[in-house]
């Protein structure tokens, strides 16, 4: 079994962050574990408190998993300030884990800031270049590359943006255009588009930390970097598909349609 790690903020709700990262560990039979960022105070509506964790406690947490257990893969998710950021890269560069998966968050859904303006130079410096694969959204990837994107046609330069500021790979996510939800996956030589309908749902929450957690299984799992986008645009697609209506604002994904199926629990 592969042992995966997400560093990543605490989500109350459920729907993201750590709990939407652990799910999808389970689903994709591989073992999770957690270091955790930050607590936030969330629900389907929105975030209403943050407390970020401290640097040395984030630290600790994570010399306490590598120092005692193989990691296959590393996810890394909300990162709050540049004192954690600059102690995850010091700890990644350390331990050297061969798959990490770098999943952007900047803002949540609902609009609250998840990454201080002042830290965005420095995940950009410290953890580009660790990243196997880095998943930014269209907002993320234009405070990235410093470039407007908006649309299908401006996904390939900031892609390349991206891979000249350090990371080896690319997956510039289509969630946020109008029409068709495409993602680009771009590695500096071969560019491949994975389409997707847009699915009529307001229940998105967390769908970036699902298909990001779902990458770094799958990679871990022995997937090339394109059948392992194929395989979690395929999950996580099915995962918006049957998401949950639960709450007054946008619900999660479902993180087991699978099991659910196979156990005859889905209607
Ligand atoms: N309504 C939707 N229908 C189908 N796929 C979607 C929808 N919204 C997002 N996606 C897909 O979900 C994944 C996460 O993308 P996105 O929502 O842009 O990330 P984030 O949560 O970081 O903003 C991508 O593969 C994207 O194409
Ligand atoms: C604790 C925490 N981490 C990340 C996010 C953002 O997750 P994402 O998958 O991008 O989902 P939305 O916020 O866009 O629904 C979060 N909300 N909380």
Known sequence: MKHLLTIAGSDSSGGAGIQADLKTFAA???????VITAVTAQN?????????????VIEAQINAVFDD???DAVKIGMVSRPEIIKT??????????QIVVLDPVMISKSGY?????EACATLVQELLPLATL???NLPEAEVISGMKVTMKEEMRPVAERILELGAKA???KGGHLNGSADDLLFDGSTERWFMGDRIDTKNTHGTGCTLSSSLAANLAQGLSLADAVAASKAYVTEAIEYSLPIGGGCGPTHHF???????????
């Open 28 to 34: 994709h039979g591989t073992f999770g574990m957690s």
């Open 44 to 56: 389907t509506q929105g975030v209403t408190m943050v407390q970020d964790i401290d640097a040395e």
């Open 69 to 71: 257990i193989r990691v």
């Open 88 to 97: 995850i890269a010091d700890r990644l560069r350390y331990y050297k884990p």
């Open 113 to 117: 800031p998840l990454l201080a303006p």
């Open 134 to 136: 880095v998943t930014p």
């Open 170 to 172: 690319v997956l510039v």
């Open 257 to 267: 349609v699978d099991l659910y199926r196979k156990a005859g629990w889905l209607k």
